[in-house]
């Protein structure tokens, strides 16, 4: 069970690897926003390669219909990854050795729909990839194994994703192993410990010039490539999408370079090295200059 991209290359690892993986589930396919072209999750599209049944009920809960499907299949083993949907309590008994969810963090912090962009904006120093049993409450279950990787502080949450999904292809496969042989050990967690990673609001990407520039760096990598971190200038929004930690000072917003370096708190500045204004493709800085309004001198409007 699983929708997005991140979902693929574990579906790929379990299917290369002979496991038979007797069906997919995934999100319906969604509108796009513009026009009535209709999306399928990337699950599906590689569901579809790889020639694998799949599903794509719009909810489990009181769905007679999956219910029964689920009965019918008598699977030894669910495996969940980003599938989007809660699992009803009823539906977790349906395979002989229950429902496993790889999940993006280092449980129990950061429980919840955003893990790897919270982690990068509270500038933790490590992320991972947790496997655990699912349980009636979000991401409470108990843990099996957790891998660990370091955040670097030029990564973004798209590349650090990759990592992960990565991670978890490989690891997942002597999880599964040691699951059906009845090998594995599932420890509950410290829940006094737990820490909420709630969905990203589009409101969250203003960028708040008088915070720390390693705060402002981990908005910027932490809502890479979406919705990005961003200001307004002159009635227009620009979306920073790679940006570096600079020793300039000055007010806090104000342009002190010609090179787009900007003014935050605490004496610390960040150097902007790509951007992206509403409407244009993204600039390398350089070119960016050359037709900008935006000059040294200038300042930014705070949220």
């Known amino acids: 069970m699983g929708t997005p991209l991140f979902s693929v290359p574990i579906l ?61 299949l008598n699977a030894d083993l669910a495996i969940v990854c980003a599938y989007g949907q809660v699992i009803p309590k009823n539906f977790l008994n349906l395979t002989k050795k229950g429902f496993v969810n790889i999940h993006a963090s280092i449980l129990p912090s950061w429980r919840g729909a955003a893990p790897i962009q919270r982690a990068i904006m509270n500038l933790d120093p490590e992320t991972g990839i947790s ?47 040691d699951i059906l042989e009845d090998k594995a050990k599932f420890i509950d967690q410290d829940h006094s410990k737990a820490t909420y990673a709630k969905k990203i609001l589009k409101e969250e990407s203003k960028i708040n010039w008088d915070e720390d520039a390693s705060k402002i760096i981990g908005k910027i990598n932490g809502l890479f490539p979406s919705p990005g971190a961003s200001f307004d200038f002159n009635g227009e929004r620009y979306k920073i999408l790679k940006a570096e930690i600079s020793r300039g000072t000055g007010q806090a917003g104000k342009i002190i370079s010609n090179q787009l370096e900007v003014a935050c708190n605490n004496n610390q500045s960040i150097k902007i090295l790509e951007i992206q204004r509403q409407g244009k493709r993204p600039q390398k800085i350089r070119e960016f200059m050359l037709g900008s309004q935006i000059k040294k001198g200038s300042k930014l409007s705070n949220v």
């Open 12 to 72: 790929k690892s379990l299917h290369q690897n002979n496991y038979n993986i007797a069906v997919v589930y995934t999100q319906p396919p969604q509108k796009s926003n513009r026009g009535q072209k209709i999306n399928i999750s990337p699950i599906q599209s590689i569901s579809e390669t790889l020639n694998i049944e799949y599903r794509t009920p719009k909810a489990l809960k009181d769905n007679t219909e999956e219910y029964k499907f689920l009965e019918d």
């Open 131 to 177: 496997i655990m049993k699912i349980n009636e409450e979000l991401d409470s279950g108990p843990v099996s194994n957790i891998y660990k990787i370091k955040i670097d502080q030029n990564q973004n949450a798209e590349e650090i994703s990759e990592k992960l999904s990565s991670l978890a292809a490989e690891k997942i496969l002597d999880n599964v192993d």
